[in-house]
Every structure is written in C-alpha cells, then in structure tokens.
C-alpha cells in the first residue's frame, strides 16, 4: 500500500550525452543518412480535352513555324511609317465569332 503524504515523486534521471546521441540516432533522427522514396501510389488520368490540347502543343512545338516573315515585315513598316489602319469593327466581328464558337 502506498501512502500519500503530498511529497513529490522521485524525479527520473535524463541521458545526456552519448547515449542521449546513440538514442536519437537509433529513432532516425539523423539529418545525414538518405531518405528512402516512397512507393509510387498516386496516379494521373488526363481528360480528353487535355489529352488534346497537349497533343495540339507537341504538334505545335514539333511543326515549322509557319509565320509568314514578308506579311510581319509589311506590317511592321506600316506601323513604323503611320500608315497602318486597324479596322476596329472587323476585331470586333472575330470576337464575336470567337465567342459563339466557345459558346
């Protein structure tokens, strides 16, 4: 039978030192060794409309480029000498189709 006499229990010793190092390694704490991967779990299903567009830019990075370099050269001179007009309302009927078609 234990009797209670409101003295505090015996304080435990704590490791230092070495042995506190040799429990610490023993727990993995080690910063030094290297971490194992874990197993692969995840996995990634594309949708068809990424399926698409990551086909889309291969083709695109893989394909000439196509830019017709005597149009962009015409262009920029336009611009250059002030003569180049931007037909606001032809913009605007493409923007218009462009949203009908996503539509």
């Known amino acids: 039978m234990t009797k209670i006499d409101g003295a505090a229990a015996p304080m435990r010793m ?3 030192g070495s042995a506190a190092a040799a429990q610490s390694a023993r727990a993995g704490a080690t910063r030094s060794a290297p971490v194992a991967a874990t197993p692969e779990a995840d996995s990634l299903r594309l949708t068809g409309e990424a399926t698409g567009l ?6 695109l990075g ?5 830019i017709d370099m005597d149009r962009v050269n015409a262009v920029r001179a336009s611009i250059a000498d002030g003569s180049y007009r931007i037909d606001s309302q032809a913009i605007a009927n493409r923007m218009l189709d462009l949203e009908r078609a996503l539509s």
């Open 14 to 16: 704590v490791e230092t």
């Open 54 to 59: 990551q086909t889309l830019a291969r083709d």
């Open 62 to 66: 893989a394909a000439p480029a196509g």
